[in-house]
């Protein structure tokens, strides 16, 4: 079965970096769009980056572009968010997710076959 599972969340100063994993199994990682989403208490949750099959073309939502680079390993079937010069308002559980069907990214959530359980990243200001 499908399986996503998210790591590398924590407690953070703002200005600070972290790193945040995904691993993927139970589907052909290397064929499909990955994304990270986040959501924030009382709040959508919310698109923050995606990444093709490849590697070779990335989107970000405008909040986090030029501190946040997504990438991934497919040798490994791992996602990744590097997270530079954090926020306060960056402070969510953060998703990743696949999107198995039609283009390699959505800003639409619910284009997004699976999803894993979700990583916290609080930023103290």
């Known amino acids: 079965q499908v399986q996503l599972v998210e790591s590398g969340g924590g407690l953070v100063q703002a200005g600070d970096s972290l790193r945040l994993s995904c691993a993927a199994s139970?589907?052909?990682?290397?064929?499909?769009?990955m994304g990270w989403f986040r959501q924030a208490p009382g709040k959508e949750r919310e698109f923050v980056a995606a990444?093709?099959?490849?590697?070779?073309?990335?989107y970000y939502a405008d909040s986090v572009k030029g501190r946040f680079t997504i990438s991934r390993d497919n040798a490994k079937n791992t996602v990744f968010l590097q997270m530079n010069g954090l926020k306060p308002a960056d402070t969510a559980v953060y998703y990743c997710?696949?999107?198995?069907?039609?283009?390699?990214?959505?800003?639409?959530?619910?284009?997004?076959?699976?999803w894993g359980q979700g990583t916290q990243v609080t930023v103290s200001s």
């Open positions: 139970g589907f052909i990682f290397s064929n499909y769009g």
């Open positions: 990444i093709n099959w490849s590697g070779d073309y990335t």
């Open positions: 997710a696949v999107k198995r069907v039609g283009r390699w990214y959505s800003l639409d959530r619910n284009e997004y076959d699976y």
